[in-house]
């Protein structure tokens, strides 16, 4: 009988959302009548149609590859030269920060990116996680057979947690111990919370003085909207020599059913072997991309590129005010049901102090049983999320406006 990966063993429960689904289908089984009235304010999956320049550049891609002349095979691994251009063009070049097109890797997903990443890093890395956090930072490493097993809390020995609580308005502070690896993600995926520039370059300050690689996802950086809030780690002096960034298309442009994604992988970003050699990263991850990956479609990739265009530009803002409209209405319920929130003003999750040390599960069930509404426990995020739970804004109006109403009646 062959071996299978024994890390695999070690992770507790499923993944955070297949588990919601999986309590949320058992709900809808035993209560059909309640069933027709569930809202899923959990995952955070968009509901809007993608942007009419994205459907747009969509069809005539499909009538490219419709005509003998125009049809395209494999693609670049890497992703077609129009849409890394256009990337390192607009979301970078324009706002002064030095990255080539060479540096942009398109893919399915950051997701995929922020798991596929460990391939080209070193087993014996310590790697540090903010706490509560996107489950996937931690469980790939757990895969990976980064960690030792979990506890009771579900902390995985080996990891460095760092803590994000209310005193750290949830940015977690540079450690005073080494790292070789950090995960950091912003606007933030639970809570909500972004760092300000202070925090962002002490971030890379303790990266460069401690030979540390910081992993950014700033997935959700389309939500900022308060100015000076900086929406990439390059902004950063510095951070070209110690910081890979992940960046999607599925918050802004609607894409997490289309999948395209990108990462900036700098050619100045070094690390070191077993031996103490330095090596670039950037030939690694090519490398690990033209070897497990074919590139995204190029359907999916025109349609990319249709979000920089001036149609596009606009189509996303409208999107982003449609979601950032439902969090502000949502922000204003549970303020006026007497809970605690944060988030919701830089980014499409409003994260939530349950009510008088209900615990986030029973807060789950609670939301589920009694407004037929689906939120995700904060516990999911690890054991720094207790007491808490998200809502997402991604949904229709009159489905958010129908939450208030239930949050308000449960209150
Ligand atoms: C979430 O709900 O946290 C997100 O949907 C996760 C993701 O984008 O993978």
Not at 184 to 200: D, E, I, K, M
Not at 288 to 308: D, P, W
């Amino acid at each position: 009988m062959a071996f299978l990966n024994d890390n695999y063993l070690k992770l507790r429960a499923g993944y955070l959302f297949p588990e919601i689904g999986r309590r949320v289908t058992a709900f809808c089984n035993a209560n059909p009548e309640a069933a027709k009235r569930l809202i899923r304010c959990g995952i955070g999956d968009v509901t809007e149609p993608l942007p009419e320049a994205v459907r747009e550049a969509m069809h005539k891609a499909v009538d490219e590859m419709g005509a003998r002349e125009t049809f395209r095979g494999y693609g670049p691994e890497q992703g077609y030269e129009f849409l890394r251009t256009a990337i390192a063009q607009h979301d970078y070049r324009d706002h002064g920060m030095e990255v080539a097109d060479d540096e942009i890797f398109v893919s399915d997903g950051s997701k995929c990116d922020c798991g596929a990443i460990l391939d080209i890093l070193g087993a014996e890395n310590v790697i540090a996680v903010m706490d509560p956090v996107y489950p996937v930072y931690v469980d790939t490493n757990v895969m990976a057979g980064h960690t030792g097993a979990a506890d009771e809390t579900g902390a995985y020995a080996g990891l460095m947690y760092l803590p994000c609580n209310e005193a750290n308005g949830f940015v977690a502070d540079v450690p005073s111990e080494r790292a070789d690896i950090v995960y950091l993600c912003f606007p933030n995926n639970p809570t909500g919370s972004v760092a300000t520039r202070v925090q962002l370059e002490a971030w890379v300050e303790y990266a460069l003085k401690n030979d540390t690689i910081l992993l950014y996802d700033a997935a959700y950086e389309a939500y900022i909207s308060e100015p000076g809030i900086p929406h990439s780690i390059y902004e950063i002096p510095g951070a070209r020599e110690c910081a890979i960034e992940f960046r999607s298309f599925s918050k802004n442009g609607g894409f997490t059913g289309t999948r395209c994604a990108f990462t900036v992988v700098p050619k100045s970003l070094m690390a070191r072997t077993r031996s103490g050699e330095k090596h670039g990263l950037h030939a690694l991850w090519n490398r690990r991309m033209s070897t497990k990956f074919n590139g995204v479609s190029y359907i999916v990739q025109r349609g990319a590129e249709a979000l920089y265009s001036a149609e596009g530009k606009a189509q996303i803002k409208a999107l982003l005010s449609h979601y950032m409209g439902n969090a502000a209405i949502l922000r204003e319920a549970v303020t006026k049901a007497g809970l605690s929130v944060w988030g919701g003003v830089n980014a499409p999750y409003i994260w939530v102090k349950t009510p008088a040390n209900t615990t986030s599960w029973e807060m789950f069930d609670r939301m589920l049983n009694e407004a037929n509404v689906v939120i995700t426990p904060g516990s999911g995020f690890g054991s720094a999320g207790e007491g808490y739970f998200r809502i997402s804004s991604f949904n229709s109006r009159a489905n958010v406006e129908e939450v208030a109403r239930r949050i308000l009646a449960l209150a």
